[in-house]
């Protein structure tokens, strides 16, 4: 069984800055590309940053220059930096990987989420 923990969420003045960290853990082969996403209230789930297999990152509009993408491959871990965060950026961020099981099934994850609160 593979499961996917958030964490590092919490309250933030605007301005502010947070990490937030995704621990993958159990019948894991291999990571493939990586993704966080944040759904604020009443709107619809969307990307923020992408991270593929072999490094290579993307990222929305609204957060290019402010938050920074990176992973661990040795110990199945990735991170947000958000920098200069903003009040609309308040909502649940998750974190979602597609994964190669020890079994050689490929199937996407998701977390359960973590929220922030960007407020003064």
């Known amino acids: 069984q593979v499961q996917l923990v958030e964490s590092g969420g919490g309250l933030v003045q605007p301005g502010g800055s947070l990490r937030l960290l995704c621990a993958a853990s159990?019948?894991?082969?291999?990571?493939?590309?990586m993704c966080w996403y944040r759904q604020a209230p009443g709107k619809q789930r969307e990307l923020v940053a992408t991270?593929?297999?072999?490094?290579?990152?993307k990222y929305g509009d609204c957060v290019k220059g402010r938050f920074t993408i990176a992973k661990d491959i040795a110990k199945n871990t990735m991170s947000l930096q958000m920098n200069s965060l903003k009040p609309e950026e308040t909502g649940v961020y998750y974190c979602?990987?597609?994964?190669?099981?020890?079994?050689?099934?490929?199937?996407?994850?998701w977390g359960q989420g973590t929220q922030v609160t960007v407020s003064s």
């Open positions: 979602n990987s597609d994964i190669i099981t020890t079994t050689w099934a490929v199937r996407t994850y």
């Open positions: 159990g019948s894991i082969y291999r990571l493939n590309v």
């Open positions: 991270i593929s297999s072999g490094g290579n990152t």
